[in-house]
C-alpha cells in the first residue's frame, strides 16, 4: 500500500477514532507527516515501523486547551518560566521514533529554547512536560516514544524514564477525569 493509499483511509477516520498502521518505513513517515501537515488536528505518533495516526473528538482538544491554561496559570503564579510548544512534532531518526503531544512545555530548559524557531532533538533537549490527553484511546503506546527521549535527556537507563513518564500519565488521567466531570 503506497502513502497515497493511507492518506485516503486517514481522510476518512472519523473523529475519535485511531488508525494503526505496521512495517512503515521511517522515509514513508517522513513523507506522510508533510502531507498531513495541513491536517493539525491529527496526532501521529511512530515508534520502529509502527505508526498510530489519531482524529481527536472536538472534546479532546477542550479538555487539552484547559490543561493548558492551567499549566500557564500555575507557571504564572508559581513564578516558573515556561515555554510552550504546543502539539509540535517532535522525532529523531537515530531512536527510530516520532511523536506529538497534545502539548508540551520546557520548564528547567525554557532558557535554552526561548526565541528558537526550531529545536533538533540531535542537539536540544527535549520538553520538560508532555501533556496526553484520553478520551477514546489511551496513551499507553506512546510512553514507550516519550522514555526514550527522557532517558536521552537525562543519561538515565529508559526504565526510569519510563517510570517517569508513567507517573506523569496517571497524573494526567487523574485530571482529565476531574475536567470531564466540570463539563
Known amino acids: 500500500m503506497s502513502t497515497r493509499d493511507y492518506l485516503t483511509v486517514i481522510e476518512h477516520l472519523p473523529e ?3 488508525l494503526v498502521l505496521q512495517q512503515f518505513s521511517w522515509d514513508d513517515y517522513e513523507r506522510l ?5 495541513k491536517r493539525r488536528h491529527l496526532r501521529v505518533s511512530y515508534d520502529s515501523g509502527r505508526i498510530e495516526v489519531m482524529s481527536p473528538l472536538p472534546k479532546h482538544e ?3 486547551r484547559f490543561i493548558d491554561q492551567l499549566v500557564r496559570v500555575f507557571a504564572d503564579h508559581l513564578d516558573v518560566e515556561l515555554e510552550s510548544y504546543g502539539s509540535t512534532t517532535w522525532k529523531r531518526r537515530a531512536l527510530d521514533q516520532g511523536i506529538e ?3 508540551c512545555y520546557y520548564v528547567a530548559g525554557a532558557a535554552s529554547v526561548i526565541g528558537k524557531d526550531s529545536i533538533d532533538l540531535e542537539c536540544d533537549p527535549p520538553p520538560d512536560i508532555a501533556v496526553e490527553v484520553d478520551i ?13 527521549y527522557a532517558s536521552r535527556k ?3 537507563t529508559t526504565k526510569r524514564g519510563f517510570d517517569s513518564m508513567h507517573s506523569c500519565g496517571l497524573h494526567i488521567e487523574r485530571l482529565t477525569r476531574a475536567v470531564s466531570c466540570l463539563g
Open 16 to 18: 475519535g477514532a485511531t
Open 33 to 37: 507527516l508533510d502531507r498531513l501537515r
Open 62 to 64: 477542550k479538555y487539552a
Open 101 to 103: 503531544a497534545d502539548s
Open 136 to 148: 477514546t484511546n489511551e496513551s499507553l503506546s506512546k510512553f514507550g516514544i516519550y522514555a526514550a
Open 154 to 156: 537525562s543519561g538515565d
